[in-house]
């Protein structure tokens, strides 16, 4: 079955920069657009970044945008989100998923990992 194992969120200050994993397995990874999504507390979840398969195009939230870089290794079934430039707003916990998400993804995400920064 599909399974999403996000990793590398922690606690770091307004400016730093983090990179987040996501080891995916369950399914063939290198024919699936991928993306990043978050929620805050008391927020919905939102769709963060995305990549096609090939990592040949990539889309961000314009609240992201320049700060945020998403990439794959299809290789080693792995995504990443490369964060720059962190804000307190940019606190939430970051899952990986499939995009579009399908009912199979849908009933799959991952425990997330959780980014809090500080101000």
């Known amino acids: 079955q599909v399974q999403l194992v996000e990793s590398g969120g922690g606690l770091v200050q307004s400016g730093g920069s983090l990179r987040l994993s996501c080891a995916a397995s369950?399914?063939?990874?290198?024919?699936?657009?991928m993306g990043w999504y978050r929620q805050a507390p008391g927020k919905e979840r939102e769709r963060v970044a995305t990549i096609t398969n090939t990592g040949s195009s990539t889309n961000y939230a314009a609240s992201v945008l320049g700060r945020f870089t998403i990439s794959r290794d299809n290789a080693k079934k792995t995504l990443y989100l490369q964060m720059n430039s962190l804000k307190p707003e940019d606190t939430a916990v970051y899952y990986c998923n499939a995009h579009p998400l399908g009912s199979v993804f849908n009933r799959s995400w991952g425990q997330g990992t959780q980014l809090t920064v500080s101000s």
């Open positions: 369950g399914f063939t990874f290198s024919n699936k657009d």
